[in-house]
DNA sequence: ATATATTTACCGAACGTTCGGTTATTAACA
DNA sequence: TGTTAATAACCGAACGTTCGGTAAATATAT
C-alpha cells in the first residue's frame, strides 16, 4: 500500500498527486484511505517518507556499518541496495519530490533529518576506510550531491547510465587513491 | 514578468502554482493572463523556461565560448554567472521543477535539450583547455551532476555553502591535476 | 487637427471540473 | 450483537479556462 503511495508520490510530487489516484492505488474508495489516515494526504505522505526511510535504514545504512564485512563489501552491498533503491536509475527520490514542492513546507525538518542521515551512513563508512572525521564527511555530502544530481541528470537525458556510472565512481571515491 | 512566473515555478513546481499565484505576480488578474498567453499555464511555463534558456545562453554559454577569454577566466566567469543564476544557492533549478513533476510529462523535450544544451556548454570549455572530445563530455556531464546535486543537497541540508562549495571544486576539476 | 474605426489590453463573472475532506449508511466480522 | 472497515453520496473551495464587454491606445480618414 504505501509502496504504491511511493511511487505516485516520487512520480508525481505531492500536490501533482490527487486523493482519486491514491485511492486508485489501492483498490479503496477515497473516503476508505481516511479510515487508515485520519489526517488525510499529509499523513499519507509523511508514512511514505517514514517507510522509506526505514527501508533505507534497514538495508542502506545497516549494511554500510556492518561490521562483520570488510569497508570494501559493505560500501559494494550497500550501493546496491541504493542501486535498487532507485530502480537502477529510473525511479526519482522522494526527498526530491517533496522538497520541490510549495515553498516552505510541511516536509522541511523531515527532509533535513533525512539527508543528515545519509550524511551520516556515508561519514560511517568513510570512517571505515580510514579516513579522518572531517574528510569522511566532506566524501559523504559529495556522494549525496553525486547521487541526487545523477538521477536528475540521468532523468533529464533519458540516459539511466549517467545513475549507473556514478555509483561505480563513488566505489572508486573509497577503494582507489 | 517572467521572471515573477519563474520565481513561482521554481520553488512550488508546475502543479504547485496557481493561476490565482501567477496572476498576483504580475498584477493583472486571471483572465488578462490569457491574452498575453492564450494556451494558458502551460504556454506560461514554456515561455519561462525559454526565457532562462536565452539567459543561460547569453551570459553562461557565450562566456564558456568568450575566444577573447583565457580558458580561465572563461570557467571562472562562466562560474559567477551560475552562481547568480541560482542565487548561491538558494533558488532551486527549474529544470528540475518540472522534470520532476507529473510523471511524463509536456516539457520532457524541453529538459532534454536544456540539459545537452548545458553539457555542450561545458564540453566546450574542456576542450578549451585541452581535453579530448570524450574526457571533456564525461567530465561536463561530472559538472551536471555536481552543479544539479549541490542544489538539492544544500536545500535539504539548509546549507548554501555546500553549493558555493561545489562551484569552487568545479574550477579545480579543470584547471588542477 | 478632429472625428471615426480598429486593435490591444484588461477585467468581472461564470464555466465545468477536480481538489481534499466529511457524513451517514451499509457490509463484515468477532 | 457490537465493533470495525468500507463505501456511496456529498460538501465547499479552488482549479484552469472561457466569454462578454469595457477602457485605452493606435491607425485611418476627413
Redesign the interface.
Known amino acids: 500500500m504505501l509502496n504504491g503511495f511511493a511511487k505516485l508520490f516520487r512520480?508525481?510530487?505531492y500536490?501533482?498527486t490527487s486523493l482519486a489516484e491514491l485511492a486508485e492505488a489501492t483498490g479503496l474508495k477515497k473516503a476508505s484511505l481516511y479510515h487508515r489516515f485520519p489526517k488525510g494526504k499529509e499523513e499519507m505522505a509523511k508514512a511514505v517518507l517514514l517507510n522509506v526511510n526505514n527501508w533505507v535504514e534497514e538495508h542502506v545504512f545497516n549494511t554500510l556499518t556492518n561490521e562483520l564485512l570488510t569497508p570494501e563489501e559493505r560500501l559494494k552491498n550497500g550501493l546496491q541496495y541504493i542501486k535498487k533503491l532507485y530502480d537502477n536509475g529510473n525511479t526519482?527520490c522522494l526527498?526530491?519530490?517533496f522538497?520541490?514542492?510549495?515553498?516552505i513546507n510541511i516536509f522541511n525538518q523531515l527532509?533535513?533529518d533525512?539527508?543528515?542521515y545519509w550524511?551520516d551512513a556515508f561519514t560511517n563508512i568513510g570512517l571505515a576506510f580510514d579516513l579522518s572525521q572531517s574528510v569522511a564527511k566532506e566524501k559523504a555530502?559529495q556522494v549525496?550531491?553525486?547521487?541526487?544530481?545523477?538521477l536528475?541528470?540521468s532523468?533529464?537525458?533519458?540516459n539511466p547510465n549517467?545513475f549507473i556510472d556514478?555509483l561505480n565512481k563513488i566505489e572508486d571515491i573509497y577503494t582507489k587513491k
Chains 1, 2 share one sequence.
Open positions: 512520480e508525481k510530487g500536490e501533482g526519482p526527498l526530491q519530490a522538497s520541490m514542492q510549495s515553498g527532509i533535513n533525512s539527508m543528515s550524511v555530502t549525496l550531491i553525486d547521487i541526487q544530481g545523477s536528475i541528470v532523468r533529464g537525458c533519458n549517467i556514478t
